[in-house]
């Protein structure tokens, strides 16, 4: 199951407290206390894995090792040790508590999120000419705790975007290394899934319904995952009994979602052609064709037309490079 969507509390680690201690030493009397060390901070960083928010499904708090108490003969304590969350790239970091949002967006993209606290003033620290043998020390400073809401927005460059059933999945396992589940039957896939074509990242979003927009289905889950597609592969299955209005329901609630996903590059592709006769397959495209004119035909059984989904990809992955 994807997680792409959850919220969690985080704690930094305190500061250790300061050691009031003197020294036993003849001759060399006075306060050696040392201080405390610097809780432990938490970052985040960005890695390919998608289902890297799972791990916080069920572990809500998380929190960083506080740092070490100072200790005598002006020992400081040791830091606490720093804490980095992984997380997929594309995923968007909101603060809950001071609003501010951070997104992840390259492999091994790092960033700190919530500071340590500092470590508390051993007694050496307090003395003076007229206070030679201090006993005052300072307790260490809370490390920062707050909640966040990581929410994973896929960056893909094409996303496959349908009703149900229409062979995005088919199609993305015929042109990458994907393992996508498919069946011959209406039903909603419940996760996207990613797939690579040299050096484009294709995404299947799951197939939307009328009124996912509104929460229907599972609803906006799957649309914000279109928001940082750049190019839209959207796909209408050849046996459909309207062509025009599975266009046009889609398109919709794309854009009720955000008005800037139908400005999107869009390609139109006719899927399952080999299951309605030719000329049923052309009317569909005659149906389409003043809506969108970047029309291709495709079927899974159909060498040359995955071919010329090939040819497409290229000529996208070279423009892509310029």
């Not at 009031?20 to 060390?37: D, I, K, R």
């Not at 500071?115 to 206070?131: A, D, E, L, M, V």
């Not at 030679?132 to 994973?152: A, D």
């Not at 390609?267 to 970047?294: C, G, H, P, T």
């Amino acid at each position: 199951m994807l997680i792409d969507d959850v919220k969690i509390k985080i704690i930094a680690g305190s500061g250790g407290k300061g050691s009031v201690s003197f020294n036993s030493v003849p001759m060399s009397l006075g306060p050696v206390g040392g201080s405390g060390g610097k809780g432990g901070s938490i970052f985040i960083k960005g890695i390919a894995d998608l289902n890297a928010l799972n791990k916080f499904r069920f572990k809500k708090e998380i929190e960083a090792e506080n740092g070490h108490d100072g200790r005598t003969q002006f020992r400081d304590g040791s830091d606490g040790k720093n804490l980095t969350l992984l997380v997929p790239v594309g995923t968007v970091v909101h603060n809950l508590k001071t609003g501010v949002d951070i997104e992840i967006n390259k492999i091994g993209q790092e960033i700190i999120i919530a500071q340590g606290g500092k470590g508390g003033r051993g007694n050496f620290h307090f003395r003076s000419s007229t206070n030679t043998s201090p006993k005052r020390f300072e307790v260490g400073k809370p490390g920062e705790s707050f909640e966040i809401h990581l929410e994973l927005k896929m960056i893909a460059d094409v996303g496959f975007v349908g009703l149900p059933n229409v062979g995005k999945s088919s199609l993305l396992n015929e042109l990458t290394n994907a393992k996508s589940k498919v069946a011959n039957y209406p039903f909603v896939t419940l996760e996207p899934n990613l797939g690579v074509y040299y050096d484009l990242i294709l995404a299947d979003l799951p197939g939307l319904i009328e009124g996912a927009s509104d929460g229907k289905g599972l609803g906006i889950k799957f649309l914000r995952h279109i928001e940082r597609t750049r190019i839209i592969f959207h796909f209408i299955a050849a046996d459909s009994l309207d062509p025009v209005l599975d266009y046009k329901t889609v398109r919709n609630e794309l854009e009720k979602h955000n008005k800037l996903l139908i400005e999107k590059p869009e390609y139109l592709f006719i899927s399952k052609k080999d299951v309605v006769s030719e000329s049923r397959a052309n009317e569909v495209v005659r149906s389409l064709k003043k809506l969108n004119k970047n029309i291709v035909q495709i079927s899974m059984y159909d060498w040359d037309s995955i071919e010329l989904v090939k040819k497409i990809l290229n000529d996208l992955t070279r423009s892509f490079s310029l």
